[in-house]
Protein backbone atom coordinates (compact mmCIF):
# COMPACT_ATOMS: atom_id res chain seq x y z
CA UNK A 1 0.00 0.00 0.00
CA UNK A 2 1.65 3.55 -0.77
CA UNK A 3 2.13 5.65 2.03
CA UNK A 4 3.28 9.28 2.51
CA UNK A 5 5.87 9.75 5.05
CA UNK A 6 6.66 13.44 5.72
CA UNK A 7 9.41 15.04 7.69
CA UNK A 8 11.60 18.18 8.05
CA UNK A 9 9.31 19.79 10.90
CA UNK A 10 10.58 21.24 14.20
CA UNK A 11 10.90 24.68 15.45
CA UNK A 12 12.28 28.15 14.27
CA UNK A 13 12.29 31.35 14.83
CA UNK A 14 10.61 33.92 12.36
CA UNK A 15 12.85 34.69 9.84
CA UNK A 16 14.61 30.84 10.27
CA UNK A 17 14.17 28.25 7.31
CA UNK A 18 13.09 24.46 7.12
CA UNK A 19 12.71 21.74 4.63
CA UNK A 20 9.89 19.41 4.51
CA UNK A 21 10.61 15.99 3.14
CA UNK A 22 7.24 13.87 1.88
CA UNK A 23 8.68 10.53 1.02
CA UNK A 24 6.50 8.15 -0.39
CA UNK A 25 6.80 4.43 0.17
CA UNK A 26 5.61 1.78 -2.11
CA UNK A 27 4.92 2.86 -5.78
CA UNK A 28 2.49 5.57 -6.97
CA UNK A 29 1.03 6.64 -10.16
CA UNK A 30 3.25 8.37 -12.77
CA UNK A 31 0.66 11.15 -13.56
CA UNK A 32 -0.37 12.73 -10.07
CA UNK A 33 -0.42 16.26 -8.71
CA UNK A 34 1.30 16.09 -5.39
CA UNK A 35 1.03 18.67 -2.68
CA UNK A 36 1.51 20.61 0.79
CA UNK A 37 -0.89 21.46 2.67
CA UNK A 38 -1.16 22.82 6.52
CA UNK A 39 -3.60 23.18 9.08
CA UNK A 40 -3.18 25.14 12.45
CA UNK A 41 -5.50 24.61 15.34
CA UNK A 42 -9.20 25.88 14.88
CA UNK A 43 -8.45 26.66 11.48
CA UNK A 44 -9.19 24.58 8.08
CA UNK A 45 -6.74 23.09 5.43
CA UNK A 46 -5.43 25.51 3.30
CA UNK A 47 -2.89 24.58 0.17
CA UNK A 48 0.02 25.84 0.22
CA UNK A 49 2.04 24.30 -2.94
CA UNK A 50 2.14 21.96 -5.13
CA UNK A 51 3.43 20.24 -8.43
CA UNK A 52 2.41 17.62 -11.28
CA UNK A 53 4.73 14.66 -11.19
CA UNK A 54 6.34 15.77 -14.22
CA UNK A 55 7.40 18.86 -12.17
CA UNK A 56 5.37 21.03 -14.00
CA UNK A 57 2.36 23.03 -12.90
CA UNK A 58 3.81 24.31 -9.52
CA UNK A 59 1.07 26.43 -7.64
CA UNK A 60 1.81 28.18 -4.71
CA UNK A 61 -0.50 29.97 -2.14
CA UNK A 62 -0.26 33.55 -2.55
CA UNK A 63 1.00 33.85 1.26
CA UNK A 64 3.80 32.02 0.43
CA UNK A 65 5.56 33.02 -2.87
CA UNK A 66 8.54 33.94 -2.90
CA UNK A 67 9.71 32.13 0.29
CA UNK A 68 8.30 28.91 -0.37
CA UNK A 69 9.97 26.22 -2.87
CA UNK A 70 8.31 22.84 -3.90
CA UNK A 71 10.30 20.32 -5.78
CA UNK A 72 10.96 17.01 -6.23
CA UNK A 73 13.26 14.38 -6.94
CA UNK A 74 12.36 11.88 -9.24
CA UNK A 75 14.98 8.97 -8.76
CA UNK A 76 14.40 8.97 -5.11
CA UNK A 77 10.42 9.72 -5.24
CA UNK A 78 10.73 12.63 -3.05
CA UNK A 79 9.02 15.73 -3.02
CA UNK A 80 10.59 18.57 -0.87
CA UNK A 81 9.01 21.74 0.17
CA UNK A 82 11.36 24.71 1.22
CA UNK A 83 10.76 27.11 3.38
CA UNK A 84 12.57 30.43 4.46
CA UNK A 85 11.98 33.78 5.67
CA UNK A 86 8.98 31.61 8.00
CA UNK A 87 6.83 33.76 9.87
CA UNK A 88 4.60 32.81 13.18
CA UNK A 89 1.45 32.62 11.02
CA UNK A 90 3.61 29.45 9.03
CA UNK A 91 3.13 27.52 12.25
CA UNK A 92 0.61 24.65 11.35
CA UNK A 93 0.81 21.26 11.01
CA UNK A 94 1.95 20.64 7.64
CA UNK A 95 0.91 17.69 5.43
CA UNK A 96 2.25 16.24 1.99
CA UNK A 97 -0.97 15.05 -0.20
CA UNK A 98 -1.49 13.18 -3.66
CA UNK A 99 -3.84 14.06 -5.72
CA UNK A 100 -4.85 11.26 -8.57
CA UNK A 101 -7.75 12.87 -9.96
CA UNK A 102 -8.49 16.22 -11.32
CA UNK A 103 -9.06 19.18 -9.26
CA UNK A 104 -7.68 22.72 -8.48
CA UNK A 105 -3.79 22.58 -7.18
CA UNK A 106 -3.90 23.81 -3.65
CA UNK A 107 -7.53 22.34 -2.91
CA UNK A 108 -7.39 19.88 -0.10
CA UNK A 109 -10.89 18.05 -0.87
CA UNK A 110 -9.27 17.28 -4.54
CA UNK A 111 -6.29 15.07 -3.15
CA UNK A 112 -6.82 11.75 -2.08
CA UNK A 113 -4.09 10.27 -0.08
CA UNK A 114 -2.13 12.00 2.74
CA UNK A 115 0.55 11.79 5.08
CA UNK A 116 0.35 11.97 8.74
CA UNK A 117 1.59 15.20 8.87
CA UNK A 118 4.88 17.56 10.31
CA UNK A 119 4.52 20.08 12.94
CA UNK A 120 6.27 23.27 11.80
CA UNK A 121 6.21 25.85 14.83
CA UNK A 122 7.64 29.16 14.05
CA UNK A 123 8.22 31.63 17.15
CA UNK A 124 8.36 35.35 17.20
Known amino acids: QVRLVESGGGSVQAGGSLRLTCAPS????????VGWFRQAPGKEREGVAS????????YYADSVKGRFTISQDNAKNTVYLQMNSLKPEDSAMYYC?????????????????WGQGTQVTVSS
Open 51 to 58: LYSTGERI
Open 26 to 33: GTTDSNIR
Open 97 to 113: AAGFRGGLPLRPADYNL
